[in-house]
């Protein structure tokens, strides 16, 4: 065995070392395993030696383990944060499903596969990687919040995007407060990729080692064929169990040398985790999977639509535009034309979402021209009436979308008026719940558009009352209640929205902002540092939270969360300006005077800059630059003469300045 580099082992408590990441480069093998194992066996530590690879244990490998290891534990010790994280788990642990309630449910959890008309959006898998870590920070802390945790996750390079996101989130977020040390073993030169995506603050060290080869002994063909159908047989018809296995079903089937198996395996996965919001690993299922149909199942066309179909929705989930537009013109539209009419209504309508609604800048007639063509294709499939109404109304929908766009905001209400009339007089009213509630919430967007903040909170109030438990809805409705200065039913609202989900940012930042306008700016303070503990790089909520740690005499607070938005968006003069002061309230005059400069830069016309610079500059005995600022701000200013206009207080000024008495 030979090693490039040797790091000694981090002790069992806590105080010497904080947190950090070894990117251990070696080949894989059972020595490798070994190795991890031996490295996290630390005296007083808790250990977790995980297998990180996708092809072997899905989206959320490692993390499943992990949370396996520990649930009985919190079982034992904090069964209340089960039931607050059920949602996380269940997504994570599917077997859970068998035993767990879920509670909060929305329609697009519950439609029926046929009446599934909103996919989730793609950063709710992201809310269920943070709940995760709620949870475990949450139990750690309160059991054993001065253990190491030694966290060694095996094959990181080949881990799901869940499964990486997951523990680089864990280590930025907790990775200090929680006392976490991790191991990660990838295959020889993956190390400094691998380095560089954990969170700069997070040291990180590249480890090589060279392990003697071992001969591993593969399952045979025959064997492999064997224990794969066992395992089908085992499974049975069981959802949550075939979920649970597909890569290990995958796997077997592949060792068979049964790849059309593989095929309708992987096919199942990809649509799976689509359905879960999991684009990238759908994508990653996905690929290569047009050119398996068409060696393995070549006579099988609608399959190879299918494959297409799902690879573009997987890349519309994740809003990659280019890739979208690449396989529509490439794969989806070549084939269009001579598809069956129902292949040709979901390929048409597919276009004219890629064009007329995430395209930048959107292609709106094209997009419309693409609905047009696929509503043509409805008319020929032979529906019955309630089928034919239902896939009418979801057109017409895009259409009234695009009238949106095109700020042809009458146009686009009386479209969802219309959809909501054929709806209720052609399908039954048990059916297609989830389709007619977001009918009403798209009116209340249109509304919302043109600024009708009234006719706005009406229709979100009955999109809530039609589907009570979808977060977003609430937090949507809390920022109309925000703008309407009702602020205490927007607090509620905002409430309600992390009540009723895993956590996302926006809320906690939106909630934040209600707090700062209340005056309330200890709570806008804590909401603001929750918003930024979940996505450090929002600047509205750095803002935010600097305005109110300066309102709250915060100086020093409010200095580093302006200088850190400034370090994102550098063009912000009012972030400048509010700096500025603070600095020239805390005595740093050279320091003000830069961030006037700038700020002044940025925005030449703005009167207060020049004022306050001019204040400044005579403060710094500079009193011919005091006055040209002064005559800059009344060259601006162009307000008639009258008591305290703002040409009358800069009069005032410049005779403070040339006498010497200008205030501090």
């Known amino acids: 065995m030979t090693t490039s580099k040797v790091t000694a082992s981090s002790p069992a408590r806590v105080g010497q070392h904080g947190p950090s990441v070894l990117v251990l480069e070696c080949t894989a093998c059972p020595g490798r395993r070994t190795w991890l194992e031996e490295r996290t066996r630390v005296p007083g530590a808790r250990s977790f030696v995980l297998a990180c690879d996708f092809d072997q244990e899905g989206p959320w490998d490692g993390v499943r383990d992990m949370l396996l290891a520990l649930l009985p534990d919190i079982q034992t010790q904090r069964p209340d944060l089960l039931e607050r994280h059920s949602v996380e788990l269940t997504a994570a642990v599917p077997r859970l499903r068998e035993s767990m309630a879920v509670p909060h449910r929305t329609l697009t959890d519950v439609a029926p596969e046929g009446e599934k008309v909103r996919g989730y959006p793609a950063d709710r898998a992201l809310r269920n990687v943070h709940g995760l870590i709620d949870l475990i920070d949450a139990w750690k802390r309160s059991t054993e919040p001065d253990t190491l945790w030694k966290i060694a996750c095996d094959g990181f390079d080949k881990a799901g995007s869940m499964s990486r996101h997951f523990f680089r989130e864990l280590m930025r977020r907790r990775g200090c407060a929680l006392h976490l040390e991790m191991i ?260 209340g967007q249109v509304y919302l558009a043109i600024g009708k903040l009234e006719d706005a909170l009406e229709y979100y109030s009955r999109a809530i009352a039609m589907d009570p438990n979808f977060s977003e809805y609430y937090n949507e409705r809390g920022s109309i209640l925000l703008k309407l200065d009702r602020l205490s039913e927007a607090e509620a609202d905002f409430r309600k929205a992390i009540d009723l989900s895993p956590p996302y940012y926006e809320v906690f930042t939106n909630l934040a902002q209600c707090y700062r306008k209340m005056g309330r700016y200890d709570a806008a303070i804590d909401s603001y540092s929750r918003a930024l503990d979940l996505e450090p790089k929002q600047v509205l909520a750095l803002v935010g939270r600097g305005q109110a740690q300066e309102l709250s005499g915060g100086r020093d607070g409010a200095i580093l969360d302006y200088t850190m938005a400034l370090s994102y968006e550098p063009e912000q003069w009012e972030v400048l300006a509010n700096r500025g002061v603070l600095h020239y309230e805390g005595g740093n005059s050279e320091a003000a005077l830069q961030d006037f400069n700038a700020a002044i830069r940025l925005a030449p016309n703005q009167v207060s800059l020049h004022q306050n610079r001019a204040l400044l500059l005579s403060e710094m005995g500079q009193t011919d630059a005091a006055l040209r600022d002064l005559a800059t701000a009344e060259t601006l200013c162009g307000c008639e003469p009258g008591p305290l206009s703002p040409r009358q207080q800069l009069d005032e000024l410049r005779r403070k300045i040339q006498a010497g008495t200008a205030p501090v």
């Open 184 to 443: 990660v073993a990838v295959d020889p030169a993956a190390g400094h990729d691998i380095c560089t995506s954990f969170d700069p603050s997070i040291p990180t060290e590249i480890f090589r080692l060279d392990l003697p080869r071992q001969a591993e002994t593969a399952q045979g063909r025959a064997e492999s064929l064997v224990a794969a159908v066992e395992l089908e047989h085992a499974i049975g018809d069981d959802p949550v169990e075939r979920e649970w296995n597909l890569h290990r079903l995958i796997q077997l089937w592949g060792a068979a040398d049964r790849q059309d198996k593989v095929l309708h395996l992987k096919r199942d996965a990809s649509w799976a985790y689509f359905h879960d919001g999991l684009y990238a690993d759908a994508l990653r299922c996905n690929e290569g999977l047009l050119e398996m149909a068409v060696q393995y199942a070549p006579g099988d066309e609608d399959l190879h639509r299918e494959i297409i179909i799902r690879r573009l929705n997987a890349l519309i989930g994740l809003q990659d535009v280019r890739s979208a537009v690449e396989v529509l013109e490439k794969q989806a539209l070549p084939i269009a034309d001579k598809a069956p009419f129902q292949w040709q209504a979901d390929l048409y309508y597919l276009a004219a979402m890629v064009y007329g609604r995430y395209s930048k800048p959107r292609q709106l007639e094209r997009g419309e021209a693409y609905l047009d063509r696929s509503l043509e294709a409805l008319k020929e499939i032979g529906l019955s009436e309630e089928k034919y109404y239902f896939q009418y109304v979801f057109n017409r929908n895009g259409v009234a979308m695009i009238r949106n766009f095109q700020h042809r905001a009458q146009d686009a209400l009386e479209l969802c008026r219309q959809n909501v009339e054929l709806l209720n007089e052609h399908v039954r009213a048990e059916k297609h719940k989830l389709h007619r509630s977001v009918l009403i919430y798209n009116t």
